[in-house]
Each structure stands twice: as structure tokens, then as C-alpha cells.
């Protein structure tokens, strides 16, 4: 398997740090993926008009779930599992398809349609090894580009203070997050060990205290949090419209198009290798189980989380062991309502200036996935033509108005469009090299399971 001397490994997937230092590496993942994995069901609670003590509760579950299929991932049951650092968390594009469903059908019909979409995945998963030829550089290099590029949109509004915000581009804001980035920039560039490894968590720190005394930091809901709960499973039920079924079932193939990027993405910036056939197959079986695991205890779907693959290759710790910590964490925090207040807290502005360079180092990881199909006129042409039209797609969803509300939800997120018709352009136009060479060809020979 070949493996770019380039990238920098501090530590690599199976080695575990000193605690005084994987203990701030673990929490680290944990601020730089919790706002989004809070901000989702807080979107759906407002959405369908949840009570407060509702939008707790999805908040607490979003937390707990995390935390247990983050440990699906790092350490695995059987063949389920990437054993990689790969962070689960509340999936968005589900969101997108879960809103109206459940203003339509009930909450409940969320987490019914949920259960199939896990089945979907876990199938894909198992096939994964026959889909091979699929997912050469090219396709999985277009497909992380396109990741890296559609997050940013989100980490720019971020450091303005939300899109929601009313001082939206407020110099408070654009102060908060121009502090932290160059707290990280410092860090990392400066410090040593791990200083220089866990920049990111004193950058989101030293933010969170700053904003403190510009009255940036909502106290409010900690004081209102409990300090310990266990959620029961099956809170708001279960329900098996159709609707719900062909829907989730939709995003599902959508959100594992994903995986297979942040896998590549993760393995590739971290470690400057291929990610194998037993990694790509459980990673994507591990998010169908957490998908369908999630909705038991009436939590929205899980997937991996682009951002800290990110911090991943940023890093360059590699350890599926800090992770663990990190999920350690998030099932505490899901456990003591109190302690996931605080965390929840972090203002957009803060965690905006971290997120920008995160998720620059996603699209990052796919142009060093595209760096190695040594690229020929028709390959910038594949490139051209799907990174052309998804992103375009999601920079104006009003192109796809005209499209039933399914397929628009799908065609306005840029990565589906991208990697159909990289997919699709690569099988179909002369002069195909065969695909072996890639993280789903060579990297999944048989002699790579060793």
C-alpha cells in the first residue's frame, strides 16, 4: 500500500498518547464538532414546534449518540467499524429531508425512516468491496474537494456569527474569529508537542474566554440544564410511512457517498495512504448501525463529521485512540446535561475561526487524492464538468426549483450531483485506466487486508 512520506504523522491509528496529552487531543474533536451536532436538532425542535423540554432532550440524546457510534467507529464490533479516527455526529443532510417529514407525518416517522436508512447503508457497506472499481483517485478526490468546498459556505458564516445572527458580520464577530485563527495559526506554527498538536482546542479556548466580556457567551441555558439525566429509548416512538422510507432511505446513499470522501479524506491527510477494503466497508456499515441505533433512542441520523477529519490532517494524529477520548467525552455530556450546556454554549463566531481552517484541510485532502491519478486532458475534463455543476447547483438551489422536493433536496447539497457524474464520466468517456490504482482498487487488493 503506498503511503506519502510528505504527511507527518505524530501519531499513528493504533498508537495511544500520554494521557496529559490525548486528553486535550480528545476534547479538542469534541469542540470543533459539537455546535453543529447540537445546532441540528435545535433546528428541528424549532422546526415542528418542540417544547423546551423536547429540544433538551434531542440535544442530550444528539450528544449521547454521538459519543457511543463515535466508539462504533474507533474500536468496532466485528467487521463493522473503520478503527479509525473518525468522528460520528448529527448528520445534516438528513435534516433537510426530516423537517418536513415530520411536520407532515410526525416525529416519529423521523426515526422509522431512520431504521431503513441504516439498513441501506449497512447493505452498501457490505458491497462496498464489489463497488470497487467505482472509486478510483479521481472519483474520490472530486467527491473530498467537493466536501471541503461545500462546508466552507458554513464555516464562513460561522465567524460572522451565525447566517441567523443580527449582528451577522459584526467586528465583534469577525474579531472573535480572527482571534482564534490566529491563536491556532500561532500554536501550531510556534508551539511544540503538544502545543503545536492541540491548537485548535487552545484557539476554540482562549475564543470561548474572549467572548465572555462581549456578553457573546448565553449563560442562560446552563443554569436551566440539569446536571444528570439518562434519556429513555423510544421517546417520541416509531412510524413507517412511506414517505419516510424512500426519503431517508434516499439520503442515505447520499450521506455515504460522504463517508467514502471522509474516509479517503482521513486516511489520506492523516496518514498519506489509501484507506483499505476493512475500513472503507466498516466505516460505512458503522454509520448505518449508528443510524439506526441513533433512532432507538429518538436521535437523528449520525454520519462522519467532515470537520474533524479536518483536525485530523491538520494534526497529524492519527490515533483512534484520542478519538475514543473524545467520544468519551460526548457520552458524558449526554449524560450530565449540565457539562453539555457549557460546551453548547461556545459561541458561532469562536468556533467559525476554527472551522474555516478545518474545513479548508478537507478539500485540501481531495486535491491530494487527485494529485495521485496523474491527471490527462479527460480527467480535467471529469473535474471540470462535476465540480462545475454540484457546486454550482449549491451555490444557486434556485437552478433546481422545478424539481420535485426529493430530488432538489439531493441535487442543492452539490456532493450528490459531483459524485454521479464523476462516477458516471469516469466509466463512460474513452481512455479509463481501469481504476486500480486507488483507494478502492489497489488498496483494496486482497494482499491490503493483511
Same mark, same amino acid.
Given at each position: 500500500?503506498?503511503?506519502?512520506?510528505?504527511?507527518?504523522?505524530?501519531?499513528?491509528?493504533?498508537?495511544?498518547?500520554?494521557?496529559?496529552?490525548?486528553?486535550?487531543?480528545?476534547?479538542?474533536?469534541?469542540?470543533?464538532?459539537?455546535?453543529?451536532?447540537?445546532?441540528?436538532?435545535?433546528?428541528?425542535?424549532?422546526?415542528?414546534?418542540?417544547?423546551?423540554?423536547?429540544?433538551?432532550?434531542?440535544?442530550?440524546?444528539?450528544? =449521547? &449518540?454521538? @459519543? $457511543?457510534?463515535? %466508539?462504533?467507529?474507533? *474500536? !468496532?464490533?466485528? /467487521?463493522? #467499524?473503520?478503527? +479509525?479516527?473518525?468522528?460520528?455526529?448529527?448528520?445534516?443532510?438528513?435534516?433537510?429531508?426530516?423537517?418536513?417529514?415530520?411536520?407532515?407525518?410526525?416525529?416519529?416517522?423521523?426515526?422509522?425512516?431512520?431504521?431503513?436508512?441504516?439498513?441501506?447503508?449497512?447493505?452498501?457497506?457490505?458491497?462496498?468491496?464489489?463497488?470497487?472499481?467505482?472509486?478510483?483517485? =479521481? &472519483?474520490? @478526490? $472530486?467527491?473530498? %474537494?467537493?466536501?471541503? *468546498? !461545500?462546508?466552507? /459556505?458554513? #464555516?464562513?458564516? +460561522?465567524?460572522?456569527?451565525?447566517?441567523?445572527?443580527?449582528?451577522?458580520?459584526?467586528?465583534?464577530?469577525?474579531?472573535?474569529?480572527?482571534?482564534?485563527?490566529?491563536?491556532?495559526?500561532?500554536?501550531?506554527?510556534?508551539?511544540?508537542?503538544?502545543?503545536?498538536?492541540?491548537?485548535?482546542?487552545?484557539?476554540?479556548?482562549?475564543?470561548?474566554?474572549?467572548?465572555?466580556?462581549? @456578553?457573546?457567551?448565553?449563560?442562560?441555558?446552563?443554569?436551566?440544564?440539569?446536571?444528570?439525566?439518562?434519556?429513555?429509548?423510544?421517546?417520541?416512538?416509531?412510524?413507517?410511512?412511506?414517505?419516510?422510507?424512500?426519503?431517508?432511505?434516499?439520503?442515505?446513499?447520499?450521506?455515504?457517498?460522504?463517508?467514502?470522501?471522509?474516509?479517503?479524506?482521513?486516511?489520506?491527510?492523516?496518514?498519506?495512504?489509501?484507506?483499505?477494503?476493512?475500513?472503507?466497508?466498516?466505516?460505512?456499515?458503522?454509520?448505518?448501525?449508528?443510524?439506526?441505533?441513533?433512532?432507538?433512542?429518538?436521535?437523528?441520523?449520525?454520519?462522519?463529521?467532515?470537520?474533524?477529519?479536518?483536525?485530523?490532517?491538520?494534526?497529524?494524529?492519527?490515533?483512534?485512540?484520542?478519538?475514543?477520548?473524545?467520544?468519551?467525552?460526548?457520552?458524558?455530556?449526554?449524560?450530565?446535561?449540565?457539562?453539555?450546556?457549557?460546551?453548547?454554549?461556545?459561541?458561532?463566531?469562536?468556533?467559525?475561526?476554527?472551522?474555516?481552517?478545518?474545513?479548508?484541510?478537507?478539500?485540501?485532502?481531495?486535491?491530494?487524492?487527485?494529485?495521485?491519478?496523474?491527471?490527462?486532458?479527460?480527467?480535467?475534463?471529469?473535474?471540470?464538468?462535476?465540480?462545475?455543476?454540484?457546486?454550482?447547483?449549491?451555490?444557486?438551489?434556485?437552478?433546481?426549483?422545478?424539481?420535485?422536493?426529493?430530488?432538489?433536496?439531493?441535487?442543492?447539497?452539490?456532493?450528490?450531483?459531483?459524485?454521479?457524474?464523476?462516477?458516471?464520466?469516469?466509466?463512460?468517456?474513452?481512455?479509463?485506466?481501469?481504476?486500480?490504482?486507488?483507494?478502492?482498487?489497489?488498496?483494496?487488493?486482497?494482499?491490503?487486508?493483511?
Amino acid at each position: 500500500m503506498a503511503q506519502d512520506r510528505s504527511v507527518e504523522v505524530l501519531y499513528g491509528v493504533d498508537e495511544m498518547p500520554p494521557l496529559r496529552k490525548a486528553i486535550p487531543l480528545g476534547l479538542q474533536h469534541v469542540l470543533v464538532m459539537v455546535a453543529s451536532n447540537v445546532t441540528i436538532p435545535v433546528i428541528l425542535a424549532g422546526a415542528i414546534g418542540a417544547t423546551t423540554g423536547e429540544t433538551t432532550f434531542l440535544v442530550q440524546v444528539a450528544l =449521547l &449518540v454521538a @459519543g $457511543i457510534t463515535t %466508539l462504533l467507529q474507533t *474500536i !468496532g464490533v466485528g /467487521p463493522v #467499524g473503520a478503527r +479509525l479516527p473518525v468522528v460520528q455526529g448529527t448528520s445534516f443532510g438528513f435534516l433537510v429531508v426530516a423537517i418536513p417529514l415530520a411536520q407532515e407525518y410526525g416525529i416519529a416517522a423521523i426515526f422509522g425512516g431512520a431504521i431503513f436508512a441504516g439498513g441501506v447503508q449497512l447493505l452498501l457497506g457490505l458491497c462496498l468491496r464489489w463497488l470497487k472499481s467505482l472509486f478510483p483517485p =479521481l &472519483v474520490s @478526490g $472530486i467527491v473530498v %474537494l467537493v466536501i471541503g *468546498i !461545500g462546508l466552507l /459556505p458554513t #464555516g464562513v458564516n +460561522l465567524a460572522g456569527g451565525g447566517a441567523a445572527a443580527e449582528d451577522f458580520g459584526s467586528a465583534t464577530n469577525l474579531f472573535l474569529a480572527g482571534t482564534v485563527l490566529v491563536i491556532i495559526l500561532l500554536a501550531y506554527s510556534i508551539g511544540k508537542g503538544l502545543i503545536s498538536a492541540a491548537s485548535v482546542l487552545i484557539g476554540l479556548v482562549v475564543g470561548y474566554l474572549v467572548a465572555i466580556p462581549f @456578553g457573546k457567551v448565553d449563560t442562560s441555558r446552563i443554569a436551566e440544564a440539569s446536571w444528570f439525566s439518562i434519556p429513555q429509548p423510544l421517546e417520541f416512538g416509531l412510524s413507517f410511512p412511506a414517505a419516510a422510507l424512500i426519503g431517508m432511505g434516499v439520503m442515505a446513499i447520499a450521506t455515504s457517498v460522504e463517508t467514502i470522501g471522509d474516509l479517503a479524506a482521513v486516511t489520506k491527510g492523516g496518514a498519506g495512504r489509501d484507506v483499505t477494503d476493512r475500513e472503507l466497508s466498516g466505516g460505512v456499515m458503522a454509520d448505518g448501525v449508528g443510524t439506526a441505533f441513533a433512532s432507538v433512542f429518538s436521535a437523528l441520523p449520525n454520519t462522519s463529521f467532515s470537520q474533524n477529519v479536518g483536525l485530523v490532517a491538520f494534526t497529524g494524529v492519527m490515533s483512534r485512540h484520542v478519538v475514543s477520548i473524545g467520544a468519551g467525552f460526548l457520552i458524558l455530556a449526554g449524560l450530565f446535561p449540565k457539562l453539555a450546556a457549557v460546551i453548547a454554549a461556545m459561541p458561532p463566531a469562536v468556533l467559525g475561526g476554527a472551522a474555516v481552517v478545518m474545513f479548508a484541510m478537507v478539500g485540501a485532502a481531495g486535491v491530494r487524492l487527485l494529485a495521485e491519478a496523474r491527471l490527462d486532458r479527460r480527467d480535467l475534463l471529469i473535474i471540470a464538468v462535476s465540480v462545475g455543476v454540484g457546486q454550482g447547483m449549491a451555490a444557486v438551489p434556485e437552478l433546481v426549483a422545478i424539481a420535485p422536493e426529493q430530488l432538489r433536496v439531493l441535487l442543492e447539497t452539490g456532493i450528490v450531483p459531483a459524485g454521479f457524474l464523476t462516477v458516471t464520466l469516469n466509466l463512460i468517456l474513452p481512455g479509463r485506466s481501469g481504476g486500480t490504482d486507488s483507494p478502492l482498487g489497489a488498496a483494496l487488493a486482497p494482499e491490503a487486508d493483511t
